[in-house]
C-alpha cells in the first residue's frame, strides 16, 4: 500500500520548490496527509513592542509560504510542523513519531555538469532514515511513470523493489543491474568473458525476481548492461526513459549507513533526476 503519511522537509529555499511540488503530487494521488516539518536554528528574538506590531509566530510564517506555493492547496491535507533544532534529527524524529512512512526532501545546490551537492542535512536524513527518503532534483511534471529499481540482488535490493512496486503500482517498473568481468584487464577474449558475465547476471536476476513477491499481475522486464551502475544509469535519465531511481542499502543500522556512501550515495549525488533510497529492515 502507498504511504498515508508523507514528511516534507524544507528550509523554505527556492531549491525545495520543486521537492514540494512532488510530495504535494504524490499526497494528492496516494490521497496522504502531507506533514511539513521546518527547523528554526537561530533562538527567538526578544521583542518588546505592542502585539499587534510584532512579526507573525514561525509556524504562521511557514503555514502561508507552503500554503502559497501549493499549485492546488486545497486538494491537500497539510500539518505544518516548526521547532527549534537540528534539522536533520528533528526530521528523523518527527517522521517516527507521527509514523510519517516517505521523507522528501530536495538538494543543497546544483553544480555544473549536472552533479548535485546534497548537503548535510540532507546526507544524515538518508543516512540515519528508517524509512524510504525521496531526494527531488527533477520538475514534477507529471506522476512517475518509468521506475527503474537498481539491483545488485542482495536483500536490500529486494526490499528497494517491493516497496517500488507498492508505491507506484500504476506505474512501468523494470530491474536495473550492472555487470562487469572480474579482472578483465588481465582477460584476452574480453568479448566472451563479457558475454559470459551477462549471461550469469541474467540467471542471477531471473533468480533474484523468482524469490521476490511480485504481484502476478505485474511485470517486472530485467535489464542487465556492461558498465558502471551510476553512468548507466545516469545515460538512461538523460534519454528521459526513467522518472524515477530507486536503490536499496546494505546491511543493517550503523553498517547500512557506512555502506551507503558507495554506490546509493553516487546516484544521489551524479543521476541527474529523482533518487529514492529505501534502507533495510532494521
Keep these: 500500500m502507498p504511504p498515508e503519511k508523507i514528511l516534507f522537509a524544507t528550509d523554505l529555499s527556492c531549491r525545495c520548490d520543486r521537492a514540494l511540488d512532488r510530495a504535494a503530487e504524490l499526497a494528492r494521488e496516494w490521497k496522504a496527509r502531507l ?15 505592542p502585539s499587534w506590531r510584532r512579526p507573525l509566530e514561525p509556524k504562521e ?18 500539518e505544518v510542523i516548526v521547532e527549534r533544532g537540528e534539522p536533520a534529527p ?11 512512512e516517505l521523507i522528501v526532501t530536495g538538494v543543497a545546490r546544483d553544480e ?15 543516512r540515519r532514515s528508517k524509512v524510504p527518503v525521496l531526494v527531488v532534483k527533477a520538475r514534477a511534471r507529471r506522476p512517475y511513470r518509468d521506475v527503474m529499481v537498481a539491483s545488485d540482488f542482495s536483500e536490500g535490493s529486494r526490499k528497494a523493489l517491493v516497496t517500488a512496486l507498492a508505491m507506484y503500482p500504476t506505474a512501468r517498473l523494470s530491474v536495473f543491474h550492472a555487470y562487469q568481468v572480474l579482472c578483465e584487464g588481465f582477460v584476452d577474449d574480453k ?92
Design 191 to 282: 568479448m566472451s568473458a563479457r558475454s559470459s558475465a551477462e549471461h550469469q547476471a541474467r540467471l542471477d536476476g531471473q533468480a533474484f525476481l523468482a524469490d521476490t513477491p511480485v504481484p502476478a499481475v505485474q511485470r517486472v522486464p530485467l535489464l542487465c548492461e556492461y558498465g558502471t551502475p551510476v553512468a548507466l544509469l545516469s545515460e538512461l535519465m538523460q534519454t528521459g526513459r526513467v522518472d524515477l531511481v530507486v536503490a536499496g542499502t546494505r546491511g543493517r543500522g550503523r553498517v547500512a549507513e557506512l555502506l551507503l556512501g558507495s554506490i546509493a550515495q553516487q546516484l544521489l549525488a551524479d543521476v541527474p533526476g529523482d533518487v529514492m533510497v529505501v534502507p533495510q529492515a532494521r
Design 35 to 49: 506533514v511539513v516539518c521546518h527547523a528554526l536554528e537561530a533562538p527567538p528574538p526578544v521583542i518588546d513592542a
Design 61 to 78: 510564517i511557514v503555514w502561508q509560504r507552503i500554503y502559497a506555493d501549493l499549485s492546488e492547496p486545497g486538494m491537500v491535507d497539510v
Design 112 to 126: 555544473t555538469l549536472g552533479r548535485v551537492l546534497l548537503g548535510t542535512t540532507v546526507e544524515s536524513v538518508v
Design 90 to 100: 528533528l526530521v528523523l524524529d518527527t517522521a517516527a513519531r507521527l509514523g510519517c
